[in-house]
Every structure is written in C-alpha cells, then in structure tokens.
C-alpha cells in the first residue's frame, strides 16, 4: 500500500512547484530527455539554442539508458508528431504579427490566400492531428484548419495597434462559452486522490478541502465540446466520485445508470431514482440488499 505521504507529495509540493515555475528532475526524466533530444524529429521540433539548453540538464551525471533492451512489437504505425508548418506558425504567434494563408479543402482543391490571424496551435490526441485556430480578417470569421490542408503561411507585419485589435476581436470569437461543475470525492478514497486529480489533469480545475468533514471537492472548467469527455473519465472512476453541481452531468449519469440496469433485466418500476442528489438504487430480487450505481 502507497504511504499517505506520497498522496500529500504528489499533489500538493507539486502544485506549489508549478505554481513558482520550479521543476524537478529525476535521473529518469534526464534519460528520457537525454532520449528524446537524440531522436531525429527533435531538430525539427526544436530550435538549436533550445536543444542546447535543454542538453545541459543531461552532462552533469551518468544515466541509465532506458531504451536498452526495449523492443516494441506488434506496436501501432508510428505518425508524424511534428509538422514542418509548426515552426514557421510559432515564429508568427512569438513575434505578434499577421499571416497571409493559403488553404486547400479535402478534395485537394487549392483556395485563394487569405489575410489573418494565428491565435492557437493545438493537437488532437484522437485524431493525431495538428490544428491551427485563426482569424479571417477578410470574412472576420474564426477558422480551425488542420496543418495538413495548409498549402503555405508567410508573415504579414502590422502596426502594434492593429495587432491588439484583431487579438481582441479574434479573442471574443473564438473563446468558447465556459461550463462549471463540482464533484465530490467519496471520503473512503480520500486516499487515491492522486489518481482521481489524474484522470482530470486536462481541465481547469480548483481542488477544496473540508477539513472537518474530511471530504475533497473539486470544481471543474470546460468547454461544451468537452463535456462528453468529463462524462468519461466520471464513468472511469465509477463510485470514487460524485457530481453534486451540474445539472447537465446528473442526468448524464442518471441515465448511465438506468441503462445499465436496464441490461441486467431490472424493470424500470424497480429502480428508484432520486433526482435530488443524482444516486439510482434499485432493489435486486433473490439477491437481496440493494444496487447503488
């Protein structure tokens, strides 16, 4: 059994080390680092002054090499991670200037250049994929275009004034409209909080603690596109968690619940649902005792 210690590490000094922009390293970490820089994709990924920076964390000490005796069978066809348009499209977001951008559509159609705006670079973990969120300035339009329908992207310089105009008109546009909700961790697994904070490392989040009722809350932030993603990762944790703010996802759940009671045969006027507190209870026949879900 992991010491309670470990749980009190992991989330709060890491925390407060995130918090002050201080990081530690392990001598795993540097053999991992050390491993990644040697790959050939890192002179792609990464400037020449970053990789030299970043080598520096690797000469103090020898490592362990953790790719030795490592082989990977039967593994998945490795995709490119790093796209040639990803450097020249950080160059722009850095220096805060305009772009000019031609696109071609899924047919293979090449469209006409477009003046506008880089806001966000983001990868898709599902589809593996690179996506650029941008400002049309002609059509003042936000856009989400994939890397690889992007034929060419050239810089356009612009007038500092100008450039917070468009941040802030783009901002607006492109900023999705914010959901909110509190889950509540059950108190007999208080102890794998780490676990739990894990599974939603991806969302904004603040984490309270009841200190005379012993009972961790945390309070989540997420888009409407991600909803259906929370909903996952509360079905992972099963009965560690319980949504007690959120409308939208108790009655996601309640009916998760009577689905799954539904195929193992239990009648619909058995289950009781409670619609205060989100918790479905159906009594088991020949079983005896009851069914939480």
Known sequence: MTHPFEKIFSYQLSS?????GVYTLTSQERSW?????????????LEERT??????????DEMPDLLDGLEEKAGNAETQTVHPLLAPIRRILRNRQGMTIQCMTKKGKINPSQPGLPCKLEYSMVKREWYLLWYNSATRSPMNTRLCHIVSVEETRMS???YEE???RAAGLL???RHEASVEVIKMFNG?????????SCFDKRVEFDESDQI???HLSFTGSESQYVLTKLRFLGKRVRVIEGDYLKWRMRETARKALALYGIEKDSAQVDETDGKTQASLPAAGGNLSV
């Open 166 to 168: 468009m941040s802030a």
């Open 16 to 20: 407060r080390l995130e918090e002050t």
């Open 33 to 45: 680092l050390k491993s990644m820089l040697e790959h050939p994709a890192a002179s792609e990924a």
């Open 192 to 200: 794998e909080l780490t676990r739990i904070l894990h599974a939603f």
């Open 160 to 162: 500092r004034g100008r």
């Open 51 to 60: 990789i030299a920076k970043l080598q520096e964390c690797t000469l103090d």
């Open 216 to 218: 961790y809350r945390i």
């Open 175 to 177: 900023e999705a409209p």
